[in-house]
């Protein structure tokens, strides 16, 4: 009996240890998952058949004015200097007291499938302004620290408040984004802009309620003193317009029409580019509008949506499709769009949807890019698919294009002419 109480004792002080020891790995591991990896190195790989680097559950944002880049990780920004091989942290992200801090650990983003947690410009001074938790924030490189601005009014379970590409810098001190939300009721939709580096907003221009259902992008033309903005979803809701007084009054070149609804548009000094965010199969595809003109253009009919694109610093102009489980879309693949000499040159499948089950874990197929353009590299975070970790971000050099003739026939080449008219 002595042994078998003896043996019980000896077997108990060996579980509690284990226990303890146990919570201390955990609880470490929580705490390095809070504070994040202090760098993140780039790995030299073979990207869609060329050139490039890639980083685990890094979220592309964009470039600032020396073309540094920005990620984010949870709530953690990265910044991969010009020229360097590794993202070095830069800020970690308030969330205030609220649930959305649980998105500082990998283990709840992962199984939320929500690797975007966030989204940020940064201006080349330095300075941050952030989407965060429902709330914008401002980070001064003076005090290191981040100063919450505003409440978002549109930004619960569903809700996003901001779509990515809602957000644009004007200068160093002019910031202005634009409110979206599923707005099923069709509330009054406005856009907010500050002067004063983000640390206070004022609202410029209000849709009427009914006009449009939310505002998918703002964007700054790179060649003319006008700043963009694109609606949606339905009916007359789509449009494409431009400003030259901070959104305080719009100038559509066009509305009303699946062909106006965009989420990133692309700029030369001749053309504004687009692809058509629809599922409407007649007006799938690429548009351009001439600025001198005034004309549409259709560049090309390409089956499903076209949510993100970009122009390379060279020219080279990119544009990614999603799945979503839209009746234009002939498989679950998602392409990547390259564009040469103003022609749709090669269609490449990148990756598998793999959330595409009804439910909670319905997340849509994306290929999101930097929200800028005129960089010298693209890059792409892929999200819910298949042959990625969710949020891997692939790197590609506009040079490892160049390596290739993009023109080449091959089986995956899709060659358009420019006149095609616009409906």
């Not at 240890?17 to 190195?41: H, M, Q, R, S, W």
Request: include cysteine.
């Amino acid at each position: 009996m002595l042994r078998f109480v003896t043996s019980f004792i000896a077997i108990k002080r060996i579980f509690r240890t284990a226990l303890v020891l146990l919570l201390t790995g955990c609880f470490i591991y929580l705490i390095a998952d809070y504070n994040g990896p202090e760098e993140i190195k780039l790995k030299a790989d073979r990207i869609l058949g060329f050139k490039g680097y890639r980083a685990e559950e890094l979220i592309v944002q964009g470039y600032d004015d020396q073309k540094n880049l920005y990620a984010t990780r949870g709530m953690i920004i990265y910044r991969l200097e010009n020229g360097s091989d590794r993202f070095l942290k830069f800020a970690h992200v308030p969330t205030g007291f609220s649930m959305y801090w649980f998105r500082n650990f990998s283990l709840v983003r992962k199984f939320t499938l929500r690797p975007e947690c966030m989204e940020i410009i940064a201006s080349g001074s330095g300075e941050i302004v952030a989407l965060s938790a429902g709330g914008i924030w401002t980070y001064s490189d003076t005090t290191k620290t981040f100063r919450k601005s505003m409440d978002l009014t549109h930004y619960r379970k569903g809700d996003q408040g901001i779509l990515d590409n809602g957000m644009v810098r004007l200068n160093d001190s002019t910031y202005c984004f634009g409110e979206y939300f599923r707005n099923e009721e069709r509330q009054q939709v406005r856009v907010y802009v500050s002067t004063d580096r983000g640390y206070s907003w004022n609202v410029n221009y209000s849709f009427k309620p009914g006009e449009i259902r939310h505002i998918h992008a703002l964007h700054k033309d790179p060649f003319e003193d006008k700043i963009w903005i694109c609606t949606g979803d339905v009916k007359t809701e789509p449009r494409i317009a431009w400003s030259d007084d901070n959104y305080k009054t719009l100038h559509n070149i066009g509305s009303g029409s699946q062909v106006w609804r965009a989420t990133q548009l692309v700029f030369d000094k001749d053309y504004v580019y687009w692809g058509a965010d629809t599922y409407d199969q007649r007006h799938e595809g690429v548009y351009r509008w001439n600025r001198k003109t005034k004309k549409v253009d259709k560049l090309a009919k390409v089956e499903g949506v076209i949510f993100h694109s970009t122009m390379l610093k060279n020219g080279t102009m990119v544009m990614t499709t999603n799945r979503e489980g839209g009746p234009n879309e002939k498989d679950l693949k998602t392409k990547m769009l390259l564009f040469s000499g103003k022609k749709l040159v090669r269609t490449i499948n990148v990756g598998t949807w793999h959330s595409n089950k009804p439910g909670f874990w319905f997340k849509y197929a994306r290929l999101r890019l930097q929200r800028d353009q005129g960089a010298p590299a693209l890059a792409v975070s892929c999200l819910s698919q298949t042959e990625f970790s969710n949020g891997e971000l692939l790197l590609i050099p506009e040079e490892s294009f160049a390596e290739q003739d993009l023109a080449e026939s091959d089986s995956s080449v899709s060659a358009f002419t420019l006149d095609y008219p616009a409906n």
